[in-house]
């Protein structure tokens, strides 16, 4: 019987951990509200549905503007590491948890 109840503890205890995981990601594109001054200051956003792509904060209170790693950088073929603030080689990049910004717009 201790047995039976150290099991559904321990299982209880996983699911818990996996919920609360799973709450702390993002599931849309990204963009931030630019309402805070945490966003303006890191200015720079992940887009997590195109990783060629991501948001800029310029200014308190105005909708974040979409940007690409060719735009921001004028080459080709680079996509946006969130870990290091900027536009990599596809060999550089690794995926990353997304996780959602203070604000939405």
């Given at each position: 019987?201790?047995?039976?109840?150290a099991l559904l503890l321990c299982a209880l205890v996983v699911l818990a951990v996996?919920?609360?995981d799973e709450s702390l990601r993002d599931h849309t594109?990204?963009?931030p509200g630019c309402r805070t001054q945490e966003e303006l200051d890191r200015r720079f956003w992940r887009?997590?549905?195109d990783p060629t792509r991501f948001w800029e904060c310029t200014t308190l209170n105005q909708a974040a503007s979409a940007v690409t790693c060719e735009e921001h950088t004028g080459q080709v073929g680079l996509a946006?590491?969130?870990e290091r603030q900027e536009c990599v080689d596809w060999s550089e990049w690794q995926h990353t948890m997304p996780v959602a910004p203070p604000s939405r717009p």
């Open positions: 019987m201790k047995i039976v109840a996996a919920v609360d594109n990204g963009q887009n997590n549905f946006w590491f969130d």
